[in-house]
């Protein structure tokens, strides 16, 4: 039975094959969290911890609150750790037997992909706006235009990461030590170096150029100016180009990987 008879009973807005695929992995993912919302809440403990013990270190800063500049970091922090854990949920399934189930089913490949990938945008959009009303009433100006421009900028990002942490899973199979190893040894080095916490500001040269390479930092800089209510340009397109290019890398790797799975 072909994809498109397979989701013939199930009408909608999305056009069958790949986009219809799509649309049903990503529901499938999302039930999770449909059915256990608080879990969203027990993700942010870490984010609202980090608010809590280092807003009040912040410098005063003369034009406006020191959250400014702290807050698109947090969020931009969320956004990687939950894209990049999201391969431990694939790690559970390979070792159940679940996803080799999925595979010969007639959903395509590409669209187990695609769709675990987009879902990873509900849960940011979610954390962003428990972390928003958090912070507003503590002097933080929020500008909710920039803020949603922001998203699409760490959408693409998260879209990316998820995808690459899918990959991660497809080769580490049942070895789960070697997928938590591999995605604690990368992330830390990526929020440091994206001048999540502290500012990059006067870094020594080596570290500065680590950082250039770093397009969590361009993605970071961006949100900040976004968030801000600013457009600079250059600042923003970077931002966008550099969610881009992780999207692509992303979805091209996964692809590639989940493709290869037998």
């Known amino acids: 039975m072909s ?20 649309w049903t992995v990503m529901l499938r993912e999302l039930r ?13 403990v870490q984010p609202l911890v980090f608010l809590a013990l280092f807003a009040p270190l912040l410098p005063e800063v003369s034009d406006g609150s020191a959250l400014q500049w702290f807050v ?7 956004a990687l750790m939950g894209a990049s854990f999201t391969g431990s949920n694939l790690t559970a399934e390979i070792q159940s037997g679940s996803h080799e189930r999925l595979l010969v089913s007639p959903l395509s490949r590409s669209a187990l992909l695609v769709g675990r990938a987009l879902k990873e945008v509900v849960p940011l959009l979610m954390q962003t706006a428990i972390i928003l009303v958090v ?13 949603l421009l922001g998203l699409v900028v760490l ?9 690459l942490s899918f990959a991660l899973a ?26 999540v916490l502290l500012p990059l500001e006067g870094a020594p040269g080596w570290l500065a150029f680590l950082a250039d390479l770093n397009p969590l930092a361009y993605v970071v ?3 900040r100016e976004l968030f801000a209510g600013s457009f600079d340009p250059g ?25 290869r799975t037998t």
């Not at 498109?4 to 999305?14: F, I, K, Q, R, Y």
């Not at 999770?32 to 942010?44: C, G, K, Q, T």
């Not at 912070?135 to 803020?147: E, K, N, R």
């Open 72 to 78: 698109p970091g947090i969020v931009a922090m969320t």
């Open 135 to 147: 912070v507003t009433p503590f002097s933080y100006d929020l500008h909710l235009p920039g803020v």
């Open 170 to 195: 497809l080769a580490s199979k049942d070895q789960d030590w070697l997928f938590w190893t591999v995605q604690q040894t990368a992330i830390f080095p990526l929020l440091l170096l994206a001048g």
């Open 155 to 163: 959408a693409g990002f998260s879209i990316g990461v998820g995808a």
């Open 221 to 223: 800089d961006a949100v």
């Open 32 to 44: 999770p969290v449909w059915r256990e919302p608080v879990s969203v809440l027990f993700a942010m």
């Open 235 to 259: 600042v923003v397109g970077a931002g966008f180009a550099a969610s881009a290019v992780v999207a692509a890398l992303g979805l091209v790797v996964g692809l590639r990987a989940m493709n």
């Open 3 to 22: 994809a498109v008879a397979t989701h013939s009973n199930h009408p909608g807005p999305v056009a069958p094959g790949f986009l219809a695929d799509t």
